[in-house]
């Protein structure tokens, strides 16, 4: 007896782990790679920060340098020529200045996408990680449910591939009865229907829960639980003898089945007369059907005999002349 949960069976996977070591191995250096971007790129807005200062600085030195010699060319202190190379530095600085203050901002903007992006891509390294770990705890095999573990045959070294069949749990409390029905009723068994059977001197009742299209040697399956109390001395295996309802019941006119029909379709067949040695053929209908009984519609009273043996060897008489062997009787 197991429960749910319960470890049954420890298997081994050695391509499992090194798959595992390799991933690992991989979220690792991936991790080393984002720390190691991640320091150049704050290496690389230290020194773009440190360039704007200085900028900076200079551009106050030519901003002043520049105020200064346009007062003295005002004055003609100085030469054009010298207050020019004094205005052409001060504009060169200033575009320097406003050229670092956007690379700043791109280069902002570009490393937040870049760790973004390496992030994401360490976290789904991570998950999946996680998910192979996971396959580690699938190797040990656990009962989904309750109940009796009825078939385990592994054996030391065996190869079992995914998917494989390798034991049975009998779920004990709750048992369901399996049919095989002849393919003639498959048109009039549906889901719902109710049988019953009598097991250990008690009638239980069924109610069919699944019906399995596939006809395989003139049967097909159909799955039914039971609407009773479930028998506590069933077991799993046993057979029993189940009379399913197919409709409401009611009185019909039958006759055997036999090879008459082959040779008329079941349109007439040849009637005793009670008064006469004398067989005459009479038309009939012909309804519902079974493996051993015709239903007659027409044609027929209850109580006349018939013939339902083949009609190969008695042309297209209409009346047949019974002779009674007396040394047979």
């Not at 202190?77 to 791109?106: C, G, M, P, W």
């Amino acid at each position: 007896m197991v429960k749910k949960g319960d470890v049954i069976l420890k298997l081994s996977n050695t391509n499992l782990i090194l798959e595992i070591s390799n991933n690992e191995a991989a979220v690792s250096r991936a991790v080393n790679e984002f720390q190691n971007t991640k320091i150049n790129l704050q290496l690389q807005t230290i020194n773009r920060k440190q360039n704007l200062i200085e900028t900076e600085r200079q551009l106050k030195q030519q901003k002043r340098l520049y105020d200064y010699n346009q007062e003295l060319f005002k004055q003609c202190h100085i030469s054009k020529e010298e207050f020019d190379r004094s205005n052409e530095q001060y504009d060169a600085t200033r575009q320097q200045y406003a050229l670092l203050i956007d690379v700043l901002k791109t280069d902002s903007i570009f490393r937040e996408v870049q760790i973004k992006s390496m992030e994401a891509q360490i976290q789904r390294m991570d998950d999946n990680l996680k998910v192979i770990q996971g396959r580690m705890e699938n190797l040990k095999v656990k009962a989904p449910v309750d109940g009796e573990l009825a078939m385990l045959n592994p054996e030391i070294g065996e190869v079992i591939s995914y998917g494989s069949r390798i034991g049975t749990i009998n779920i004990l409390d709750s048992y369901k009865m399996r049919a095989d029905i002849d393919e003639h009723y498959i048109a009039r068994i549906n889901r719902g229907l109710t049988g019953d059977f009598t097991f250990a001197g008690g009638k239980h009742t069924l109610r069919i829960s699944k019906v399995y299209p596939e006809v395989k040697n003139g049967t097909f399956t159909v799955d039914m639980e039971f609407t009773s109390p479930i028998p506590s001395q069933i077991r799993i295996g046993q057979t029993a003898r189940i009379h399913l309802e197919l409709g409401e019941s009611e009185d019909a006119l039958l006759i055997p089945r036999g090879g008459f029909y082959q040779s008329t379709g079941g349109q007439w067949i040849y009637v005793i007369d009670p008064s006469s040695d004398v067989a005459v053929k009479r038309n009939i209908r012909i309804g519902r059907q079974n493996p051993k009984y015709y239903e007659v519609m027409e044609g027929l009273e209850e109580g006349e005999k018939v013939i339902v043996s083949g009609y190969e060897n008695f042309g297209d008489n209409d009346k047949l002349i019974i002779k009674n062997n007396k040394n047979n009787q």
